[in-house]
Nanobody, 124 residues
Framework: QVQLVESGGGLVQAGDSLKLSCAAS????????VAWFRQAPGKGREFVAG????????KYSSSAEDRFTISRNNAENTVWLQMNRLQPTDTAVYYC?????????????????WGQGTQVTVSS
C-alpha cells in the first residue's frame, strides 16, 4: 500500500489561500490515484478533489470547483491541493487518500490508504 502524510493546514481569514501537501511513500512505483476529502465537526467525510495517476483527469466537488486546484508530481511522490478564496464553510480536517488505481473515485470507501489529516480553519 501507499503511506500518506499531509501538511500545510492552518488558520487563515476568509478570502485567503492555503496549499496542502500530501507526501506518499511505500508502493509508489505502482499507479495510484489520490483524492482529498474533508470532514467538518459532526459531519461525514466529504469528497473535495481527485486526480488520476498521470494527472490527466481531475475531479472536483461543486464547492471546490473554480476555487481549488489539485495537482501532482510523481517524481516527488507529492500531491497538492491549492485552495483559494477560502470561506468559513471550508473549515474542516482535510485528508488525502490513495488507492492503487489509475483513476480517482469520489467515495471514501474506495480508498484503503489515508493520511492522518491536517486542520484547516477559516475565520470570518
Amino acid at each position: 500500500q501507499v503511506q500518506l502524510v499531509e501538511s500545510g493546514g492552518g488558520l487563515v481569514q476568509a478570502g485567503d489561500s492555503l496549499k496542502l501537501s500530501c507526501a506518499a511513500s511505500g508502493r509508489t512505483s505502482s499507479p495510484y490515484a489520490v483524492a482529498w476529502f474533508r470532514q467538518a465537526p459532526g459531519k461525514g467525510r466529504e469528497f473535495v478533489a481527485g486526480i488520476s495517476w498521470n494527472g490527466g483527469v481531475t475531479k472536483y466537488s461543486s464547492s471546490a470547483e473554480d476555487r481549488f486546484t489539485i495537482s501532482r508530481n510523481n517524481a516527488e511522490n507529492t500531491v497538492w491541493l491549492q485552495m483559494n478564496r477560502l470561506q468559513p464553510t471550508d473549515t474542516a480536517v482535510y485528508y488525502c487518500a490513495a488507492e492503487l488505481s489509475p483513476d480517482s473515485y469520489a467515495l471514501p470507501s474506495e480508498y484503503r490508504s489515508w493520511g492522518q489529516g491536517t486542520q484547516v480553519t477559516v475565520s470570518s
